[in-house]
C-alpha cells in the first residue's frame, strides 16, 4: 500500500512540475512603421531569440500563429505593416516543448511622425489622447481616455516611470485601472506613496498609457507629463441663496486642508432669460464663519434669476476651474 502511495505522489509532483514548466513569460516586440502617402512603408528588421541556449540553435524550430515560420535559434522577422505582427512561438524539434514566446506589435505612423488611424480619441478641449485631473493636493488623480470605437479585443496597461531612474522622495505613483466603464470611457485611479500635500514639485510626474488591440496586434503609447498642481479641478461647491440674496458657500469636501493654506478662487454666474454674466469673487467680501462662508449678490434672489459657483487653485491661474454648481434655495 505504501509503494501505491508513493508512486501516485511521485507520478503527481511531475504533472505539477510539468505544468510549472508551460508557464511561459510573453516578450513584447514594439515596431514603428513610418507609412508614406502612397500607403507604404519601408521594412524593419526585427530579431527574435529563443529563450534556449546557443548550443541548441539547430533543435528548435519557430511558428507564427499556427504556421512553421523558420529553424534556429534566433528568427529575423522582416517587420513592414500589420500582416507581420503577431504571436512567434519557438519550440523544440526533439520534444516539441514550446521555449519562448514573443508577441510582436506595430505602430503605425503617418509622415508626420503622429499615430496613424489611432485607437484612442483625442479629447477636442484637453488637445490630448489621454489626460489627468487630481481634486487636490493630496498627490491621487485620475486619468481618462476614449476609444473611437468599442472592441472586446483592446487591453490598457498604465504605468509611471522615474525620468531620472531615481526614487522621488514623496514616492513612486501607482494606478489601478477601474472596472467600470461607460461604452468607449475608460479611466484609471493613480496615487502617490508617502505623499506630501505641503511639499513643493520639483519634478514632474510621468505616465504612460499603453493601448493594445490583441487580435491584429497593434499598439499605441501615449504619455502625459505634469505636476499635480497643474491639473488640479476642484469638486463642485455647495451653495445656498437666502431670502436677502445672501449666498452661503461650502468648500468642495474632496479639497485639501486647511483651507486658509490651499486657498480657492470662486466665480459667480448669473443667468437671466438666458443671459450670462460672469464675476469674480472678491476675497475682501468673503465673510468666513468656521467652513462656511457669505458673499451678498442681490441679484441672486430676484424672481427669474438663477446664480451658479465655481472655484479654482488660488495660487494658480492655469488650473482648470470647477464645473458649475447651482445654488439652490434657503426654505428658512
Not at 24 to 41: G, K, L, P, T
Not at 48 to 57: G, K, N, P, Y
Not at 133 to 149: D, H, I, P
Request: charge should be neutral.
Amino acid at each position: 500500500m505504501t509503494f501505491i502511495v508513493f508512486i501516485l505522489m511521485f507520478t503527481l509532483t511531475l504533472v505539477a512540475h510539468r505544468a510549472a514548466t508551460q508557464e511561459i513569460r510573453i516578450n513584447e516586440h514594439f515596431v514603428e512603421c513610418q507609412w508614406s502617402s502612397d500607403n507604404s512603408a519601408l521594412p524593419q528588421n526585427l530579431m527574435l531569440i529563443c529563450d534556449t541556449s546557443e548550443s541548441q540553435h539547430g533543435l528548435v524550430y519557430w511558428k507564427k500563429g499556427s504556421k512553421w515560420a523558420g529553424n534556429g535559434r534566433t528568427l529575423t522577422v522582416r517587420v513592414r505593416g500589420t500582416p507581420d505582427a503577431g504571436n512567434y512561438t519557438c519550440w523544440s524539434n526533439t520534444t516539441h516543448e514550446l521555449l519562448s514566446s514573443n508577441a510582436v506589435y506595430i505602430t503605425k505612423k503617418n509622415e508626420k511622425g503622429e499615430i496613424d488611424e489611432p485607437i484612442l480619441k483625442k479629447d477636442p478641449e484637453k488637445k490630448a489622447y489621454f489626460y489627468c485631473e487630481a481634486n487636490n493636493y493630496s498627490g491621487n488623480f485620475t486619468c481618462f481616455w476614449k476609444v473611437q470605437s468599442q472592441n472586446p479585443n483592446l487591453k490598457f496597461r498604465i504605468e509611471y516611470e522615474d525620468e531620472n531612474q531615481t526614487k522621488s522622495a514623496s514616492g513612486t505613483v501607482i494606478c489601478d485601472i477601474n472596472s467600470e466603464t461607460t461604452n468607449t470611457e475608460y479611466s484609471a485611479s493613480c496615487r502617490r506613496e508617502n505623499p506630501c500635500s505641503y511639499t513643493e514639485e520639483y519634478e514632474p510626474i510621468v505616465v504612460f498609457l499603453h493601448v493594445f488591440l490583441t487580435d491584429v496586434f497593434v499598439y499605441e503609447k501615449h504619455t502625459r507629463h505634469f505636476f499635480i498642481k497643474d491639473i488640479l479641478k476642484p469638486d463642485i461647491s455647495l451653495c445656498q441663496v437666502t431670502r436677502n440674496g445672501t449666498l452661503i458657500l461650502l468648500h468642495p469636501a474632496t479639497w485639501s486642508t486647511p483651507v486658509s493654506y490651499f486657498g480657492l478662487t470662486y466665480q459667480i454666474k448669473t443667468v437671466f432669460n438666458n443671459n450670462e454674466e460672469i464675476s469674480e469673487v472678491d476675497h475682501s467680501s468673503l465673510l468666513h464663519h468656521g467652513d462656511i462662508m457669505t458673499i451678498t449678490k442681490k441679484l441672486c434672489c430676484y424672481s427669474g434669476y438663477r446664480c451658479l459657483i465655481r472655484s479654482r487653485d488660488h495660487y494658480n491661474s492655469h488650473s482648470a476651474w470647477s464645473n458649475w454648481s447651482s445654488c439652490r434655495y434657503r426654505i428658512n
